[in-house]
């Protein structure tokens, strides 16, 4: 806190300073580098429902938030939680500065609800993930069997 106002403060004195800032490059310190590994569906078992699970890596300064997850294949994508065993819907998940979020069975997941159409393992399912920050990021997320782990890989 105590840095984030010292470095506005230098900027108000100084117009050079704040351009540099906000021109700055893709390793500042102010900012998120967002990237995403592992994705998948298991091939789900029910007809309108699937989880997708995913990691998405930070290796910026600046720490940011998933605010929203959406699908051609789903009328809707919500983010879940898993604590003490019981999931629940979360508006956001946090990705910290130089840290990760990870979905994970067991964990945090998406689930894509009101599906229209059952992915198939071996096919290829486009998500689209909004970040606070960044934007957007599309993820090519390929659907596995129905008991896939990526510890085995099968
Ligand atoms: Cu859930």
Redesign the pocket.
Known sequence: MRRRTAVLAAGALAGALTLTGCSGSASGPDRAELSVSSPYMPQPVSADMA?GFLTITNKGGAGDRLTSVSSDVAGQV?M?S?EGGA???KSSFAVPAHGRLVFESGGN?L?FEKLKHAPKQGQTVTVRLTFARSGRLTVEMPVQSATYHPSTGH
Request: no cysteine; charged share 10%; net charge negative.
């Open positions: 989880a919500t879940h898993t999931m629940a819907e997941h689930m």
